[in-house]
């Protein structure tokens, strides 16, 4: 009998949506039976770590391009929702030694940075997901916080994503798997989407949008940027392709949209996408606004998700409840074997 076939937890297309117990299952029977999963790029381990114990609480996974960025959000979250850490601690990178990705945890709020890109996001999205899967956390919420190019929108517009497209305006993300080609849909949670949109203010200073988001491989010819080291096309080709992007519903660019949302659906992972604008793509290409107007533009999508997550929160009526929490000094205590850890941490190194 072939792996899958035996064991009870693979699941079809049609049932992991309907999973009982809350908790994430996996389409991989695999994991189950092996002694330890070596979560590499996070530096952690079903045996090294008591993952339950360190991420169980975890109900908010926030995902963003940049370290800098998600330490900020970390920080921004934690005053927002009014989580203290035990006195003389402070917050740290818990995936400090894979020298890859780095994750901060406040309370119920996983704050990890993706990189660039489909396949860095990949990486990064199979082994989040089994870390709730180890951890057996309950309905997490997946959402990425990034930053892309507008079009027709002003820099500085926060976009929710209510359809990722690839660069052939399809809803899916390709994969190759054993040299095949697979199709997956890159379904966002759509009424997600819509909470988050209902939580913009009028009294923001700048607009917030729903619409559809492309995804590309690249920053520059795949985004029909003139600025690249290389240029085949005309300055006329872009703009008819901006347009034709415009009349097809796009309302900006990125490059992570796609995957996050094929690989959160095929978990059944509820996930949304959240960015801000750096520039109208139909006035140029480079990206030039000044480094402090950059950085308040890419605070807007934290207030937003902020606010998401405080509501979700009192409704549980957990926003002030998490005083009495474990920090994150005692969540960093939870090392079973600290000899795995010291190995997992060489093992990251010996791989730079
Ligand atoms: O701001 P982040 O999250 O990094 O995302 C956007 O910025 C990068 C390009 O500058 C791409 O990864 C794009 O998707
Ligand atoms: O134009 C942009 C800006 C940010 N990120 C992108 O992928 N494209």
Not at 32 to 53: F, K, N, T
Not at 287 to 301: G, I, L, S, T
Not at 345 to 350: L, N, W
Request: overall charge negative; hydrophobic content about 40%.
């Amino acid at each position: 009998m072939s792996l899958l076939a035996a064991n009870s937890h693979s699941m079809s297309e049609e049932e992991i949506d309907e999973y009982s117990d809350g908790t994430v299952k996996l389409r991989n029977a695999n994991i189950e039976l092996m002694d330890q999963d070596i979560l590499y790029h996070l530096a952690l381990g079903s045996e090294s770590h008591d993952l339950h114990e360190m991420f169980g609480d975890v109900k908010f996974v926030c995902m963003g391009g940049t370290p800098k960025r998600m330490e900020n959000f970390a920080h921004f979250i934690m005053n927002e929702i009014g989580y203290k850490l035990p006195a003389g601690t402070m917050l740290q990178d818990i995936s400090e030694f894979s020298y890859r990705y780095s994750m901060y945890k406040v309370g119920p709020v996983l704050c990890v940075s993706h990189g660039m890109g489909a396949p860095s996001v990949s990486i990064l999205m199979h082994e989040m997901i089994k870390l709730m899967y180890h951890a057996k956390c309950q309905e997490p919420i997946f959402i990425r916080i990034g930053t892309c190019g507008g079009i027709g929108v002003e820099g500085g517009t926060v976009i929710i994503t209510e359809g990722a497209l690839d660069a052939q305006l399809r809803n899916s993300q390709e994969f190759t798997i054993l040299g095949k080609t697979v199709q997956r849909p890159a379904k966002l949670d759509e009424k997600l989407a819509r909470e988050l949109k209902s939580l913009a203010s009028h009294d923001d200073p700048y607009d917030t949008i729903i619409g559809k988001t492309l995804c590309t491989n690249d920053f520059y010819e795949g985004q029909g940027r003139l600025d690249g080291a290389f240029c085949d096309f005309t300055e006329a080709d872009k703009m008819a392709y901006l347009e034709e992007l415009r009349d097809h519903g796009v309302v900006n660019i990125e490059m992570e949209s796609t995957i996050f949302a094929a690989l959160t659906h095929h978990a059944g992972i509820k996930a949304a996408v959240v960015c801000v604008a750096l520039l109208n793509r139909l006035n140029g290409d480079q990206v030039n606004a000044p480094k402090e107007v950059m950085n308040e533009w890419q605070q807007r999508p934290q207030t937003l998700v902020s606010r998401y997550i405080r509501k979700v929160l009192a409704q549980k009526g957990q926003l002030k409840n998490m005083f009495g929490h474990q920090g994150l000094f005692g969540h960093q205590g939870s090392i079973k074997s600290p000899r795995r850890f010291k190995l997992v941490q060489q093992e990251s190194q010996a791989h730079e």
